[in-house]
Nanobody, 120 residues
Framework: VQLVESGGGLVQAGGSLRLSCAAS????????MSWFRQAPGKERELVAA???????FYADSVKGRFTISVDSAKNTGALQMNSLKSEDTAMYYC???????????????WGQGTRVTVSS
């Protein structure tokens, strides 16, 4: 399974970006999708996650600003990011979960990442 992210870039604080993720390569059936991020010098953290039953999780730092979505039929998903702050600057990674997932922290597949830079 290959995950390809797109939509990263440079944006001013207060602006918006929409990250997209597309899965391909096998008959893998997505049961959920998440977005992690890793800022320079920091550990990777879970930003948002969603199951195909539309249960969603958001880190406290992004609640009310970010919205995650998934289309299991198309094996695609997105992360809409509004009211961006400089502290949102990071590499963002898409991840997906299969039927045997044991939790949001252990995805089955990862993307290569897309960089988001928020200028203040």
């Amino acid at each position: 399974v290959q995950l390809v992210e797109s939509g990263g870039g440079l944006v001013q604080a207060g602006g918006s970006l929409r990250l997209s993720c597309a899965a391909s390569g096998s008959t893998f059936s997505i049961n959920g999708m998440s977005w992690f991020r890793q800022a320079p010098g920091k550990e990777r953290e879970l930003v948002a996650a969603i199951s195909i039953t539309d249960y969603a999780f958001y880190a406290d730092s992004v609640k009310g600003r970010f919205t995650i979505s998934v289309d299991s039929a198309k094996n695609t998903g997105a992360l809409q990011m509004n009211s961006l702050k400089s502290e949102d600057t990071a590499m963002y990674y898409c991840a997906v979960y299969g039927p045997a997932t044991t939790g949001w922290a252990t995805p089955d597949y990862w993307g290569q990442g897309t960089r988001v830079t928020v200028s203040s």
